[in-house]
C-alpha cells in the first residue's frame, strides 16, 4: 500500500497545472476543433496516457483549462458602502475575463464540445462549481443597507449585467469601453432598481 507524500503530490499539481496551461494555449492557438490530446501531451512534455487518466475526454480536459484560467482571476468582493462603485468594479471584473468569455463562446458553437456539455448551463455549472454568484451577492448586501429595495431583486434583474456584457462580448469579440460600462449602470440597471 502507497501512500501519497507531499512532494509526490506537489509533483502532481505542478504536472496538472502545466497540463492546463497548455490546454489553453493550444485552445487559443488551434481552437477546441484544432486541439488534440496528443498536442496537449507534447505541450505540456508528457505523455497522453498522463492526460487520460485525469480527464476522460477532450470537452472534459478544455472545460477543466477555461475553469483554471477563471480561478486564476479570483474575485473578492469589495464593499464600499455604496451600490454604484461595487457595480463599477464587478463590471470591471468580468470585463478582465473578456478572453475566456470569448473561448466560451467558440466552444458552445462546437458540435462536438456540445456532445459533453449540450447546454450553456451545464457548462456554466462545470465552470464555476462553489463560486459564489457576484452580483447577486452585491445586490443583496445593497438591500441590507437600505440602498434599494428588497422586492426590486428579481431573477431578470439578477442577471442583466452579465447578460450585457456577454451579448456585447459576443459581437465585438471584446470586453465593452468604460464609457458603454457606465451607461449600462446609469442608464439602465440603477433605475430599475431605485424608480419605483
Request: hydrophobic share 40%.
Amino acid at each position: 500500500f502507497m501512500t501519497t507524500t507531499p512532494k509526490t503530490r506537489r509533483r502532481d499539481q505542478h504536472l496538472e497545472a502545466a497540463i492546463l496551461e497548455a490546454t489553453w494555449q493550444e485552445l487559443l492557438r488551434s481552437g477546441y476543433a484544432g486541439l488534440t490530446m496528443e498536442s496537449v501531451a507534447t505541450e505540456a512534455a508528457t505523455s497522453r496516457s498522463v492526460l487520460a487518466r485525469r480527464w476522460d475526454t477532450k470537452a472534459a480536459l478544455v472545460a477543466a483549462a477555461v475553469r483554471a484560467q477563471i480561478e486564476q482571476r479570483p474575485y473578492t468582493l469589495p464593499n464600499f458602502n455604496a451600490l454604484r462603485p461595487e457595480l463599477e468594479d464587478y463590471l470591471n471584473r468580468v470585463c478582465e475575463l473578456a478572453p475566456v468569455i470569448t473561448i466560451i463562446f467558440s466552444l458552445l458553437s462546437d458540435s462536438k464540445f456540445r456532445e459533453t456539455y449540450p447546454s450553456p448551463s451545464m457548462l456554466r455549472d462545470a465552470l464555476s462549481a462553489d463560486r459564489c454568484d457576484n452580483l447577486k451577492h452585491i445586490l443583496q448586501r445593497a438591500a441590507d443597507r437600505g440602498d434599494i429595495a428588497h422586492h426590486k431583486i428579481t431573477p431578470p434583474l439578477e442577471t442583466l449585467l452579465s447578460d450585457l456584457i456577454g451579448h456585447y462580448i459576443l459581437i465585438h469579440n471584446e470586453a465593452p469601453p468604460k464609457a458603454l460600462q457606465r451607461a449600462w449602470i446609469d442608464d439602465i440597471f440603477l433605475p430599475l432598481l431605485v424608480n419605483e
